[in-house]
């Protein structure tokens, strides 16, 4: 396993997740490390990613409002 400075929140799969602030969607993608995950720009050079995402609802360069639901939890 490889250690990274995030935080991992406990919730059952299939939990919405939302916007943590307004921003636009800067990357959709899924790797081994991360599974799938989406990186929100929100200016001023910060960026949410989001990781081991069970569904997306949201495309590259589409705005999300803060709060707004955008994807499911993964495991």
Not at 15 to 34: H, L
Not at 41 to 64: F, K, M, N, P, Q
Request: proline share 1%; aromatic share 6%; charged share 20%.
């Amino acid at each position: 396993e490889m250690l990274h400075a995030g935080v991992d929140y406990a919730v059952p799969v299939g939990t919405d997740v939302r916007a943590a602030q307004r921003g636009t969607i800067a990357k959709v993608g899924e790797d081994a490390r991360s599974g799938r995950f989406v990186v929100i720009d929100h200016g001023a050079g910060v960026r949410t990613t989001y990781c081991h995402l069970s569904a997306i609802h949201v495309a590259r360069g589409e705005t999300v409002a803060s709060g707004a639901i955008f994807a499911a939890s993964g495991n």
